[in-house]
């Protein structure tokens, strides 16, 4: 069976410069403004198509070194032609965070937006490494999201995903049990709640400031979300529904998301928190 178009877009995460529009890019400057003043080695963390890297590359001169950690190969096969300007400066290395490995520079300004969530349950491993690798006195920038969750731990767009699976014919209380049988966790779930992030933060690091906002997605039309969730959710979610039906359920969680926007004004409206952490000592 031939794949859609856009289930190639949800295997290779392709797309996300401009999805990233919608959410993740917003927040590029709220997080640097938080940077020290003279930054010499940045980490990126799931550093995606290198937009944060590309960013404090152009803005901090005194930086000798950029590293991406990514562990999609067609994100980092895009990072590495969009920073080929700034030569030997960046270096790019595919990475699983769950695991991660030694690293033989010791960066101080280490930066992870928007993918935490993808490391649970198992993140306190990364907050260890970053606690043994970073510089002594070195900044770790860390954004993540806190939807509010049901009794079985769904929330943000698991909500757009059960809307879907409902109008491709799943009962509705048998969307947990779905998500269950196929190991999908809830992402309101794999994104911990404030309180319990803290404390997993503070075995490691010590946290100097947080600072919170809205995180708000609107769209234009149905097709805009639809590949919003493909470049941004790949086929995490859509591993529930058997191959035939792939196509619809990306249709159908873009058309949930823009039915949304046109009854609330907004398809999803959640805090997302800003950890400005440092070494121990
Ligand atoms: C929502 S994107 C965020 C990208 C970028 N940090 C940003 O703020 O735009 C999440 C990124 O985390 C990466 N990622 C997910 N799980 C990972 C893992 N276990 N190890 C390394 N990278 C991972 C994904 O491939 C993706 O590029």
């Given at each position: 069976?031939?794949?859609?178009?856009?289930?190639?877009?949800?295997?290779?995460?392709?797309?996300y410069?401009?999805a990233?529009?919608?959410?993740?890019?917003?927040?590029?400057?709220?997080?640097?403004?938080?940077?020290?003043?003279?930054?010499r080695?940045?980490?990126?963390?799931?550093?995606?198509?290198?937009q944060?890297?590309?960013?404090?590359?152009?803005?901090?001169?005194?930086?000798?070194?950029?590293?991406?950690?990514?562990?999609?190969?067609?994100?980092?096969?895009e990072a590495?032609?969009?920073?080929?300007?700034?030569?030997?400066?960046?270096?790019?290395?595919?990475?699983?965070?769950?695991?991660?490995?030694?690293?033989?520079?010791?960066?101080?300004?280490?930066?992870?937006?928007?993918?935490?969530?993808?490391?649970?349950?198992?993140?306190?491993?990364?907050?260890?490494?970053?606690?043994?690798?970073?510089?002594?006195?070195?900044?770790?920038?860390?954004?993540?999201?806190?939807?509010?969750?049901?009794?079985?731990?769904?929330?943000?767009?698991?909500?757009?995903?059960?809307?879907?699976?409902?109008?491709?014919?799943?009962?509705?209380?048998l969307?947990p049990?779905?998500?269950?049988?196929?190991?999908?966790?809830?992402?309101a779930?794999?994104?911990?709640?404030?309180?319990?992030?803290?404390?997993?933060?503070?075995?490691?690091?010590?946290?100097?400031?947080?600072?919170?906002?809205?995180?708000?997605?609107?769209?234009?039309?149905?097709?805009?979300?639809?590949?919003?969730?493909?470049?941004?959710?790949?086929?995490?979610?859509?591993?529930?529904?058997?191959?035939?039906?792939?196509?619809?359920?990306?249709?159908?969680?873009g058309?949930?998301?823009?039915?949304?926007?046109?009854?609330?004004?907004?398809?999803?409206?959640?805090?997302?928190?800003?950890?400005?952490?440092?070494?121990?000592?």
């Open positions: 069976m031939t794949s859609s178009a856009v289930e190639i877009q949800a295997s290779t995460l392709a797309g410069a401009d990233s529009k919608l959410r993740q890019a917003n927040d590029q400057d709220w997080v640097l403004d938080q940077a020290p003043v003279e930054p080695v940045h980490a990126d963390l799931g550093s995606g198509i290198g944060l890297l590309e960013a404090t590359l152009e803005r901090f001169p005194s930086l000798q070194r950029a590293v991406g950690l990514e562990q999609s190969e067609h994100r980092l096969r590495a032609d969009r920073l080929r300007r700034f030569g030997d400066r960046v270096r790019l290395r595919q990475a699983d965070l769950r695991s991660p490995e030694p690293m033989d520079l010791s960066p101080d300004l280490v930066t992870m937006t928007s993918v935490l969530h993808w490391l649970y349950p198992v993140e306190e491993r990364l907050f260890a490494w970053l606690g043994q690798h970073m510089a002594l006195d070195g900044t770790f920038l860390l954004t993540t999201y806190h939807p509010s969750r049901d009794e079985h731990g769904l929330g943000g767009e698991d909500e757009l995903v059960r809307e879907a699976l409902v109008a491709l014919g799943t009962d509705r209380t969307v049990r779905r998500f269950a049988d196929h190991d999908v966790v809830p992402i779930t794999r994104t911990r709640d404030a309180k319990g992030l803290h404390r997993l933060l503070e075995r490691h690091l010590r946290v100097v400031t947080t600072a919170e906002r809205d995180a708000v997605v609107q769209v234009g039309s149905a097709a805009e979300y639809e590949h919003f969730h493909a470049a941004t959710f790949g086929d995490y979610y859509s591993r529930m529904v058997e191959p035939g039906l792939r196509a619809d359920f990306f249709r159908a969680v058309e949930a998301a823009w039915r949304r926007q046109q009854e609330r004004g907004h398809v999803s409206h959640m805090p997302i928190r800003l950890w400005k952490t440092t070494t121990r000592g």
